[in-house]
């Protein structure tokens, strides 16, 4: 049994701003998708059999000629993606094979070095019979409930919450049922199996697999990069 790694990366990066999409933006000279698809294939313990990358439409066949060096033995799949990143994740889903693969990886281009132990923690816990798992980590600031006044309502005790990253993984049938229900206003792709009444496992994930968001968040990539580009 293998492993199928969707990658959203059809995103505009707006909070990021730049001209090109934010999975081609570039960190020490390749763009983050390169860096995602290097790391993910890093995860030997993941045996993946395929990548199915959802991209802006119209830039299919160049996404697919800039990937293909990358890619080695696993086959690439390239689909145009959606308006949001779950309309992005489910068309990519259609993409996945029916037969063979035993857990689904979803994994932001825009989280380029995630380490591998944490995917291979992912996976494992699926195999070991997770439906679905996500990798965390602690909060550090006090986060506050607010209303619409911007008026505090509560302050949830902190040792209860976590910030959540990817690769999510998943049991393939119950990502595809979470994804045949409705995704309105789901930020992550185990808040649609939250919705189905499946216990989603955690769990540790770490600081490299922060997710670029804004501009200061590319500098923190080249650093991470440089670090371990030193010998
Ligand atoms: N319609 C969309 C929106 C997002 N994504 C992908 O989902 C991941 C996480 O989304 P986010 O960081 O929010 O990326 P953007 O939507 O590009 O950023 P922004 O909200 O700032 O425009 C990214 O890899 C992004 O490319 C996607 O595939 N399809
Ligand atoms: C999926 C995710 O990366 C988990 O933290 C996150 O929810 C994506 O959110 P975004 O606002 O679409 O970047």
Avoid: W
Avoid at 115 to 123: D, K, L, T, Y
Avoid at 171 to 190: F, I, K, Q, V, Y
Avoid at 202 to 229: C, W
């Amino acid at each position: 049994m293998s492993t199928a790694a969707i990658i959203p990366a059809a995103g505009l990066g707006l909070r990021l701003g730049g001209e090109a999409p934010k999975a081609l933006r570039e960190v020490g000279g390749e763009s983050l998708l390169v860096h995602a698809i290097r790391g993910l294939r890093a995860a030997t313990a993941a045996d993946l059999a395929c990548f199915v990358v959802a991209v802006p439409p119209g830039t299919e066949d160049d996404v697919r000629k800039l990937l293909d060096p990358y890619a080695g033995p696993v086959a690439l799949l390239i689909v145009a993606g959606g308006a949001e990143r779950t309309d992005s994740v489910r068309l990519a889903l259609e993409l996945v094979p029916e037969h063979g693969i035993d857990c689904v990886l979803v994994h932001d281009a825009a989280r380029p070095f995630v380490p591998a132990e944490v995917i291979e923690r992912v996976v494992a816990a699926v195999r070991a019979g997770a439906p679905a798992v996500i990798p965390v980590v602690p909060v550090t600031d006090t986060i506050k409930r607010v209303d619409a006044a911007g008026l505090v309502v509560d302050t949830p005790d902190r040792s209860t919450l976590v910030a959540v990253q990817t690769p999510q993984g998943f049991e393939p049938t119950l990502l595809r049922r979470a994804h045949n229900g409705d995704t309105a206003g789901a930020t992550d792709d185990a808040m649609l199996c939250e919705r189905l009444g499946v216990a989603v496992q955690t769990v540790e994930g770490s600081q490299d697999a922060f997710k670029v968001t804004r501009p200061r968040d590319l500098i923190l990539a080249e650093s991470i990069l440089a670090e371990r580009r030193t010998p």
